[in-house]
């Protein structure tokens, strides 16, 4: 059984451009999660979908981040336009319906210069 | 406010011997607990849980030991194995999503 994936596992980028990070969740799991872990500091939630529906958003840092899930699948995470400290590991995990234990992606690091 | 705390940055420890990792948290609504290890450049991989409910959870060689009226858990590995060497993340989970702590890293001695 394939793990959640994300693309791409690196991308460094320039101030003020665009970046639009992937996530696949394990098949079948309804819940997908993004976490962010900036500077080697505590790994941090961002958001949460069921299905296709947005159930938390408290973590999102600003309205330069947009988070989409279309069809209740794959995920998108995209940062417009992106500021310095937007750099990080940007982390995306996924549960099924009723249970606690989430499963990472290998995350992607964005760096932003 | 950081409501997940591991105060150990690091830990060594003797192969063989016992690896104990601590984690104190603030926030009483928290009902599920998960220990996360983490190798440099991949994602957290999921070791062991507990519910708010019960005080130990045992998977072979993994325990987690929870003291709800200190607020605080405990991941004990025995025994340390080199391949146990990674960051060990505590997390706790309340309106499924999890608060992290920062991490401690252990490194198992031959």
């Known amino acids: 059984e394939a793990g959640v994936t994300q693309f791409p596992s690196h991308s460094v980028i320039e101030k003020g451009q665009t970046v639009t990070l992937r996530c696949d969740p394990i098949?079948?799991?309804?819940?997908l999660y993004w976490y962010r872990r900036v500077m080697g500091k505590e790994i941090k939630f961002l958001l949460h979908?069921?299905?296709?529906?947005?159930?938390?958003e408290s973590g999102m840092p600003n309205n330069r981040f947009l988070a989409e899930r279309t069809g209740g699948t794959y995920s998108t995470l995209k940062v417009q336009p992106a500021e310095l400290e937007d750099s990080g590991v940007y982390f995306c995990?996924?549960?099924?319906?009723?249970?606690?234990?989430?499963?990472f992606g290998p995350g992607t690091r964005l760096t932003v210069l | 406010d950081q409501q997940v705390k591991q105060n150990s940055p690091s830990l060594s420890v003797q192969e063989g011997r016992i690896s104990i990792l601590n984690c104190d948290y603030t926030?009483?609504?928290?009902?599920?607990f998960l220990w996360y290890k983490k190798y440099p450049a991949e994602g957290p991989t999921f070791l062991i849980s507990?519910?708010?409910?019960?005080d130990k959870n045992e998977d072979g060689r993994f325990t987690v030991f929870l003291n709800k009226s200190a607020k605080h858990l405990s991941l004990h590995i025995v025994p340390s194995q080199p391949g146990d060497s990674a960051v060990y993340f505590c997390?706790?989970?309340?309106?499924?999503?999890?608060?992290f702590g920062a991490g401690t890293t252990v490194t198992v001695r031959a």
């Open positions: 979908f069921v299905k296709e529906s947005k159930q938390d």
């Open positions: 098949s079948g799991h309804d819940n």
């Open positions: 926030n009483s609504m928290f009902d599920y």
């Open positions: 507990i519910s708010s409910i019960k």
């Open positions: 995990a996924s549960s099924l319906l009723g249970y606690n234990e989430q499963f």
């Open positions: 997390a706790a989970k309340a309106d499924y999503k999890l608060s």
